[in-house]
């Protein structure tokens, strides 16, 4: 009787996780049910299992996590896709009513183009979130080590990470609290430290899940390597901005010379060309 108890204890424990941190948590059954008819059409756009691996990460480090979201992905592209290649065959009709293989080509071009303006959105969406969570990278780190050197264990330590960046980078703060989740519900630290450094795309996270599984294997300090962690990715950080300001005046040197030179080359040659003119007449 004291087992039951404690079990569905602890069923409720892991229930109230999934509901705070992860999908809102529902059974597999209803959310299968639940699908949108815009999610069904996802389905009728073919991908593999690497190209749906690859947007299922864009899509974690762009933000949006709920379960629907790759069929979401792929139905954007395929109406985008269908939406580019009718408009192309609608303005090849107002040309001529015969359809060339030279439409044919046109259709199938727009077709692609319009299929991957989603992905372009999405991308162009995860290197955003990436670079906002990145500047903040190194200082959760710093939390993380000032946590485990006070005496807590990862888990807690990496919830505790995540509630304080709640209000700082909201979409780092929920990396750590569903790899929090994560890690109640699997037990795996060290697997879930690598799905961690996976959704975010982040080096600096990468490492320290590398970092978790050489401390768990061979038993080195994890508070003196998260430390070093954190140093290198200030640095590297230092860096980046330093690449940046390098690249500054060669920008500006163009910038100079397109306004610099176009009047430049109008003042010399407007006379000859006046004069050409006048001699013409």
């Given at each position: 009787m004291t087992v039951l108890l404690l079990q569905e204890q602890?069923?409720?424990?892991?229930?109230?996780?999934?509901?705070?941190?992860?999908?809102?948590?529902?059974?597999?059954?209803?959310?299968?049910?639940?699908?949108?008819?815009?999610?069904?059409?996802?389905?009728?756009?073919?991908?593999?299992?690497?190209?749906?691996?690859?947007?299922?990460?864009?899509?974690?480090?762009?933000?949006?996590?709920?379960?629907n979201a790759l069929n979401q992905v792929r139905a954007a592209k395929l109406l985008f896709g269908l939406s580019f290649a009718l408009l192309t065959l609608i303005w090849q009709l107002t040309k001529t009513p015969e359809i060339s293989a030279m439409t044919v080509m046109f259709i199938l071009v727009f077709y692609v183009i319009g299929s991957n303006i989603p992905e372009y959105w999405l991308k162009r969406s995860a290197t955003k979130a990436r670079q906002a969570q990145q500047h903040v990278v190194p200082d959760a780190i710093d939390l993380l080590v000032i946590s485990v050197e006070a005496g807590l264990s990862l888990d807690r330590a990496i919830e505790k990470v995540g509630h304080y960046l709640r209000h700082i980078e909201p979409g780092l703060s929920a990396h750590f609290l569903r790899t929090h989740a994560e890690m109640i519900v699997m037990g795996d630290q060290a697997e879930c430290m690598r799905k961690l450094g996976w959704r975010s795309g982040l080096e600096e996270?990468?490492?320290?899940?590398?970092?978790?599984?050489?401390?768990?294997?061979?038993?080195?300090?994890?508070?003196?390597?998260?430390?070093?962690?954190?140093?290198?990715?200030?640095?590297?950080?230092?860096?980046?901005?330093?690449?940046?300001?390098?690249?500054?005046?060669?920008?500006?040197?163009?910038?100079?010379?397109?306004?610099?030179?176009?009047?430049?080359?109008?003042?010399?040659?407007?006379?000859?060309?006046?004069?050409?003119?006048?001699?013409?007449?």
């Open positions: 602890q069923h409720k424990n892991i229930k109230k996780q999934c509901q705070r941190y992860l999908f809102s948590y529902v059974e597999t059954t209803e959310l299968t049910s639940k699908n949108s008819g815009f999610s069904k059409i996802g389905l009728l756009y073919p991908v593999s299992g690497k190209e749906a691996k690859r947007l299922m990460q864009l899509l974690e480090q762009a933000g949006f996590h709920h379960l996270l990468k490492r320290l899940a590398n970092t978790l599984v050489m401390a768990q294997k061979y038993g080195s300090p994890l508070a003196d390597t998260m430390r070093t962690i954190s140093e290198d990715a200030r640095l590297l950080r230092k860096i980046s901005l330093e690449e940046q300001a390098g690249k500054l005046p060669g920008r500006i040197t163009l910038i100079q010379m397109a306004f610099i030179m176009l009047p430049l080359l109008v003042l010399i040659i407007a006379p000859t060309m006046n004069l050409l003119l006048e001699s013409l007449k």
